[in-house]
């Protein structure tokens, strides 16, 4: 289908009735809005890069970079609307914010990541340093904690990292992205920051309203515990991670064949591994796995366990334990982690339109995974001291633009209208010549701090006027007339119901503030 679909694109675009072949496109079945536009763009792309326009010269392609995007003034009001959730939990904890330069020396960030150290995108040598730019915002974070001798903080970090990955734009992913991170650094007692963090998703994914979700728990230490009894030799316990990490998007049985037929494991290992991974639960699978036979035989994994029972124990307190499963196919591929590890997964979305992709079982249907992940990284800081002096952290990663692309979604199924600016009143003109009558009253208001505008005309038309109103969704109008201004009142009109009351000037601002003011 999708060949049929590129041959299509491809006639179209190399004719002279582009246009119309791709408006076509449309109907298409199976096809969306995103492939269209991202296999247009290449093509467009192609042809300048072949032909050229009509005149022989270059056609410059008006496109953004690929795994990029705009987002239009709706789409900022939402983002605008997630950050403030998400920045309103992380200061109710107490958080403080740093920020950190979007490159840093290529070697802070090598061998930070295992695998996807591929992702990193290096810079040019421009003659000096060797750059790269942020992967991420935690190794940022744990030079910044060397660099400047901290050794405890709470601290929330937005900023937008780039991995060279091969981006998913309709399941946000995206190869320029924002992450939101809130870590808590310092020697404290075993699990209480680690819980409180967990505490922390379990807040902003409610607070959301994305729809059911679960938040996976493991630690590093049962991992490695578990390669260990199972016979992992220990060169390749970070390789077999990374291979577990991938159950999430594999099934079991593409997971084996490749521990044993890429990564060399023996297939007696592997099958035992598959044992200990489908096993979920609570603090009772935590008991359960003390007694086991063989994983009581590895410390490392008894004291893993010993903390995922004390960490329930704190969850209960915190009253989010229906949401929390402890989970031993969570692995988390970076290199850093050592000791608990989470993953927040959306069960459900909360929106789920019929389409023909739904149908299909495509990817469009808003099928976005993980939202959420962090854990433990005790070393990492010591990679950056030159004493290897270690700073205990713990923390967790909001992944913000899968959210906003579920968010997007739910926006575009709801007839709810999203407002794209905070005007409280628009002050207009019911006769003409009034201009510096209404320029004197808006001067008023933004003023007295009231978010306000008008036409910039010297007549408008009232009918205009009031019409901008409602497609903006500006909740009051203050209406100026020769009437009006010899009595020394503003006829205030509420748009939603077309009331109309004559306010004193004194007394208009306070009105204003009253009519708009959110409970």
Same mark, same amino acid.
């Given at each position: 289908m999708l060949g049929m679909f590129c041959v299509r694109v491809c006639s179209g675009l190399m004719g002279f009735r582009a246009a119309s072949h791709v408006r076509s496109l449309h109907s298409f079945p199976g096809i969306t809005v995103a492939q269209i536009d991202e296999e247009v763009a290449k093509l467009l792309q192609l042809k300048a890069q072949i032909g050229g326009g009509d005149d022989g010269k270059h056609q410059f392609v008006l496109k953004t970079a690929k795994g990029t995007r705009d987002y239009n003034p709706k789409q900022m009001a939402i983002r605008e609307k997630v950050f403030s959730t998400i920045i309103g939990c992380f200061k109710r904890h107490g958080a403080e914010t740093i920020d950190t330069p979007v490159f840093e020396l290529k070697e802070t960030l090598t061998g930070k990541y295992g695998e996807d150290s591929k992702l990193i995108y290096d810079l040019k040598d421009q003659g000096g340093e060797l750059l790269s730019l942020r992967y991420d915002l935690t190794v940022p974070f744990a030079r910044y904690l060397a660099m400047n001798k901290i050794t405890n903080i709470k601290r929330y970090h937005i900023a937008k990292v780039y991995r060279r990955d091969n981006p998913a734009m309709t399941r946000g992913r995206y190869r320029e992205f924002y992450q939101c991170d809130f870590d808590i650094a310092g020697q404290y007692d075993a699990m209480i920051p680690d819980a409180e963090c967990l505490k922390i998703v379990h807040e902003i994914l409610s607070g959301l309203d994305l729809g059911d979700f679960r938040i996976k728990v493991n630690d590093r230490r049962i991992l490695d515990g578990m390669f260990a009894v199972c016979g992992v030799p220990d060169d390749k316990f970070r390789t077999i991670c990374s291979t577990v990490d991938k159950l999430d998007k594999m099934p079991w049985e593409d997971v084996k064949k490749e521990m044993v037929n890429e990564k060399g494991l023996s297939e007696e290992a592997a099958d035992q591994i598959g044992e200990y991974v489908s096993l979920q639960g609570g603090m009772d699978l935590a008991e359960r796995l003390l007694q086991d036979q063989k994983m009581s035989q590895s410390k490392l994994a008894c004291a893993g366990l010993s903390d995922i029972k004390l960490l329930f124990s704190y969850l209960q307190h915190f009253q989010v334990t229906d949401k929390v499963v402890f989970d031993l196919s969570l692995a988390r591929g970076l290199d850093y982690y050592t000791g608990i590890i989470y993953e927040a997964v959306l069960s459900q979305v909360g929106v789920a339109p019929v389409s023909t992709e739904a149908q299909n079982g495509a990817e469009e249907s808003v099928s976005v995974g993980s939202v959420a992940g962090g854990g433990r990284y005790d070393g990492l800081v010591g990679m950056f001291d030159p004493k290897g002096r270690k700073v205990p952290c713990v923390g967790v990663s909001i992944g913000i +633009? =899968? *959210?906003? #692309? *579920?968010? +997007? &979604? /739910? !926006?575009? !199924? #709801? !007839? +709810? /209208? *999203? =407002?794209?600016? +905070? *005007? &409280?009143?628009?002050v207009v003109s019911a006769q003409k010549n009034l201009l510096e009558e209404r320029l004197q009253l808006v001067t008023e208001l933004w003023n007295a701090g009231i978010k306000a505008e008008m036409m910039y005309k010297k007549n408008p038309k009232l009918l205009n006027q009031l019409q901008h109103c409602e497609e903006s969704g500006i909740p009051l109008v203050a209406i100026l007339g020769e009437q009006e201004l010899k009595d020394g009142v503003v006829k205030l009109r509420v748009v939603s119901s077309r009331e109309e009351v004559d306010i004193s000037r004194a007394a208009l601002v306070e009105e204003i503030r009253r009519r708009t003011s959110v409970a």
């Open positions: +633009e =899968r *959210i906003f #692309s *579920i968010m +997007e &979604q /739910k !926006a575009e !199924a #709801s !007839a +709810e /209208k *999203i =407002r794209t600016t +905070e *005007i &409280q009143v628009m």
